[in-house]
């Protein structure tokens, strides 16, 4: 088990709880869109451990487009993470960086996913948490498997088939105990040419008696991935959430990033506390994101676009993030 976590650490797309008993949840986000947007569903597998060791599987699924949400608790023991690579099994329903297979009660089918974009992971700075990795104890860790990638495949929607050839695909994850108790959260690879991607999330970070305002991001230009993080020296310049948008701004030592998004109606989900799924967060897959980066140096507008189908959670003590 030690080797499995040690091995884990370097590669946060696999499962990283080898040694853990309690208190501890970890799950995969797999966004699917298909090609004329008409749907799109977060399918959600992972595992809880509460406080006592009480334990359970899941696979959550959001309908994005008729704004439901099913949870499907399975036993432990049907929870089944490979040692080396990024493959999950969860009863009769597999989970990797390449493909889903699912077969859910309102669900079944295959897809598969190509030319995926994984974040940058060298060894001394894991995947997008990068050296916040080696920190032990912090609340909740972060991992993208995919910015952006094509599918391939059908689903099975309570009788109906649907088509995903051609569709577009995102993939992240988180584990831990909770999630932060103040966050916004967003994602969209849609806008007006396939093949750019952005990630944004700003939360209340607490460790060791302390607490900060954390954010990561990455906007995806199809050649090159502009960071935005806490740890490369990045800062928040503008964070402003209310009950009808999010702003939010962030600059680097070349690049400035501006995010707009109007809220819409968002759908219940659940969410971890102490490591058992009694939370309760909202999230919208039907948001229009307007993002723009320019160069810092010179102020020319390197990418202007509008984002569709964008994933928005805004939760917890939102005046805890607030920067105007």
Not at 59 to 85: C, M, W
Not at 185 to 203: E, I, R
Not at 279 to 300: F, H, P, Q, W, Y
């Amino acid at each position: 088990m030690i080797k499995n976590k040690i091995r884990a650490i370097f590669h946060p797309e696999q499962f990283q709880g080898w040694t853990r008993k309690r208190s501890y949840f970890e799950g995969w986000y797999f966004k699917v869109v298909n090609e004329t947007e008409t749907k799109a569903f977060a399918i959600i597998p992972g595992i809880a451990m509460d406080d006592q060791g009480k334990s359970h599987a899941f696979i959550q699924v959001l309908n994005g487009k008729k704004q439901t949400a099913q949870y499907h608790k399975f036993n432990r023991e049907l929870f089944v993470p490979s040692h080396d690579t990024f493959n999950i099994a969860i009863h009769d329903n597999h989970f990797s960086r390449n493909a889903i297979q699912l077969n859910l009660p309102e669900l079944r089918g295959n897809l598969q996913f190509s030319d995926t974009v994984p974040w940058p992971n060298p060894w001394y700075s894991p995947g997008i948490m990068g050296p916040y990795t080696f920190l032990p104890f912090m609340e909740c860790y972060h991992g993208i498997v995919s910015m952006d990638h094509s599918i391939k495949g059908q689903l099975e929607v309570d009788g109906e088939i649907l088509n995903f050839d051609n569709g577009r695909g995102y993939i992240e994850k988180d584990w831990g105990q909770s999630f932060p108790s103040a966050y916004v959260w967003l994602q969209t690879n849609h806008f007006s040419q396939p093949g750019f991607s952005v990630k944004v999330s700003v939360a209340k970070i607490p460790y060791m008696g302390y607490s900060f305002v954390g954010f990561i991001a990455g906007i995806w230009l199809g050649d090159r991935l502009i960071q935005f993080t806490t740890y490369n020296q990045s800062q928040l310049r503008k964070s402003v959430i209310d009950t009808e948008k999010v702003e939010l701004v962030m600059e680097n030592k070349n690049h400035r990033l501006e995010i707009f998004v109007r809220r819409e109606a968002a759908t219940a989900l659940a969410s971890p506390i102490l490591g058992l799924m009694d939370g309760r967060i909202e999230e919208s897959m039907n948001a229009l994101a307007e993002v723009k980066l320019t160069d810092s140096k010179t102020g020319k507008t390197i990418f202007n676009d509008i984002g569709r189908n964008a994933g928005l959670e805004v939760a917890g003590k939102i005046e805890e993030i607030i920067i105007i």
